[in-house]
DNA sequence: GAGGCCTATGTAAACCTTTACATACATCGT
DNA sequence: ACGATGTATGTAAAGGTTTACATAGGCCTC
């Protein structure tokens, strides 16, 4: 039992008196199995402590049972809860994760395709809005995969985030709610698909209210807090200033609230602010953000199972699912102060 | 080259007309290899794209290039800097990460131990303070692991961290140098070594400020924001309070600012407050915290240098290493105020 | 110039599974 | 009672690699 090498498939064989095929089988199909021989094979099995060899597994059946995540930096703070998700969602069902982080860099995306050419990994999840595989990637045969988090901008993947547009629809129509009418998106971004379809939601929000599109602020950002803080410079040169900011994400929104308080304004009274993802700091910032929740959790819970259903059938049953966004309200929206509403 | 099977070191064997061995000889120990016949080797691998097949390989061999990193909780804030130190070591030395997370369920560490039996890893990352495989520890194999972040209590096993006891010293070298003398220590353990070691820290320090152990105000606690907010509870039941309080980590720091905020009481003009971590949020929360920082990418890295030696040598150098911790001054400490020095 | 040694390469077994195919036996229908 | 059909099990090959052992040739030494 606490032997120094671990029982092999045919150690149970002899001492259920079966051959090793029936062993198989009777893990793998037991109903292929009398059942008196399986109650042999498993009292066998038990006796010996023996675990399938997943190595051997996996070079018989040609896949193994990994499945990679590929996330541009693991230190994001949306990355842990949806690993969570994928995490559990992949462990019920026999697979395990494995994780990379390319850190932006071609080369290293380059590391983790011949990762999947040498057959480690039977699938894969990906964290960034882009293939890692830098110029290969047309050539390369991509593997089952998955998005998350951010729709893949090159290559038909399936995706699993939050409804973006309807998250932002849900930030403007609480800004309008409050009576804001000169509302900026700061943000906008036409190479991340995420944040195109953010804009969508302002620019929704705005028509059903009626104010006119050439009346709207529109910054644009690459998600940053520094770009955040950039926005705010920028729009203090212009000669309208909005009463409400709407950021693409709570990163841009704590820029944006750091710009602010430099110049002495206060939040909410002298200008609202909304972010986007809920990020575990947004609650604890002064004051804490009113943002729009990511269901991180559920996102990778589903993506992990979307991707294992893609495993077996080959084809998903869908190419896309949003989540339900939720408004977090805290306290950074108020109602326009009189002072702004002269303008 | 784009063909449907990857090409297996049999294809190589045959375009540089040589014999498999050789293949597998010119690519593992080349120097065993005549110059001429490695060149051909290497044409033909470029030709082909050809990648060893991970499985066959770690079955040949009987052991895997994956380490597996168990954590309680992925979502910890403290976990993500590791992984990256972690991660980025292993994969400069051909080993891929996997993830896994207990929750802090024996059932789930049971799990794992499966998957060391079934051969999928071949070295542990411990993160939690605590060996996961519930009653079943003493008697399990265990496969070579070095613990991170927080000192493995059950088993000799290395472990590469913060150096918590002059962290500790650090802080509450801080406060004394502020004048403070009545200086409560909150999050004192017996079960988590690291808690323990920053306990006497604040001993050592207080000890050579001359000031008597039983004056000392120390409260237990289970580093969660909780504990800390309940710790202020406590002490406001007792006739003495502390002019500071030296946090076990940042989380308790937060709960004892949130508990002193929700009482009125302005950080830190009332009270100063150090914290341990730096975690990402300590910067973002107000007053934005003074704290230890953790060298977290260098210590995922180290400890997975650790694991590599052991893997390979069998036996490590060093059975713990200590990296050093930084004093990160923010705003949560101040002088005592007079108000407080007269009691 | 013959024996011995060293270097470079080849042959084949082993690692542990899964599964197509073969076999053996029982049951059923006529 | 005999062939057909079906069920339970066994045999053996295959998957891709590494490596002990064998082989072959070249060179050195006496």
Redesign the pocket.
């Known amino acids: 039992m606490s032997n120094s090498?671990?029982?092999?498939?045919?150690?149970?064989?002899r001492i259920a008196?079966?051959?090793?095929?029936?062993?198989?089988?009777?893990?793998?199909?037991p109903?292929?199995?009398?059942?008196?021989?399986?109650l042999k094979v498993n009292q066998a099995i038990a006796i010996t402590g023996?675990?399938?060899?997943a190595?051997?597994?996996s070079?018989?059946?040609?896949r193994s049972n990994m499945i990679l995540v590929v996330a541009p930096d693991i230190g994001d703070p949306n990355f842990s809860n949806i690993l969570v998700g994928l995490e559990n969602e992949a462990r019920a069902h026999g697979y395990g994760i494995l994780i990379g982080h390319t850190q932006n860099d071609a080369q290293r995306g380059l590391e983790y395709l011949k990762f999947f050419n040498?057959?480690q990994a039977a699938g894969l999840i990906l964290f960034t809005g882009i293939l890692p595989f830098g110029h290969q990637t047309m050539t390369a045969r991509l593997p089952p995969s998955v998005g998350v988090f951010e729709p893949v901008f090159n290559g038909g993947i399936p995706y699993v985030g939050v409804d973006d547009t309807e998250g932002a629809r849900k930030a403007v129509d609480l800004l309008l709610a409050e009576g804001h009418r000169k509302i900026a998106f700061i943000g906008d971004s036409r190479t991340r698909l995420a944040y195109t379809r953010r804009r969508m939601g302002y620019d929704a929000g705005l028509d059903a209210a009626g104010i006119p599109p050439d009346t709207r602020i529109v910054l644009e950002g690459d998600g940053t807090i520094e770009s955040g803080r950039h926005a705010v410079e920028q729009l203090f040169m212009r000669d309208t200033l909005p009463t409400a900011f709407m950021c693409v994400n709570d990163q841009t929104a704590i820029g944006v609230m750091v710009g602010l308080g430099a110049r002495g304004y206060d939040i909410p009274r002298d200008f609202s602010v909304t972010g986007f993802d809920d990020v575990p700091q947004a609650v604890f910032i002064s004051p804490p953000l009113t943002t729009i929740r990511q269901p991180r959790t559920a996102i990778g819970k589903q993506a992990m199972a979307l991707l294992l259903e893609l495993l077996s059938d080959g084809r998903p049953t869908e190419t896309e699912i949003l989540l339900r966004p939720d408004l977090v309200v805290r306290n950074s929206v108020s109602a326009p102060s009189r002072n702004w509403l002269k303008r």
Not at 20 to 29: F, G, K, L
Not at 31 to 38: D, L, Q, Y
Request: hydrophobic residues 40%; aromatic residues 2%.
């Open positions: 090498t671990p029982a092999t498939i045919e150690d149970v064989a008196e079966v051959s090793i095929a029936t062993v198989s089988r009777a893990i793998h199909m109903e292929k199995v009398a059942n008196s021989t399986r023996y675990t399938t060899n190595m051997a597994r070079l018989r059946l040609g040498s057959n």
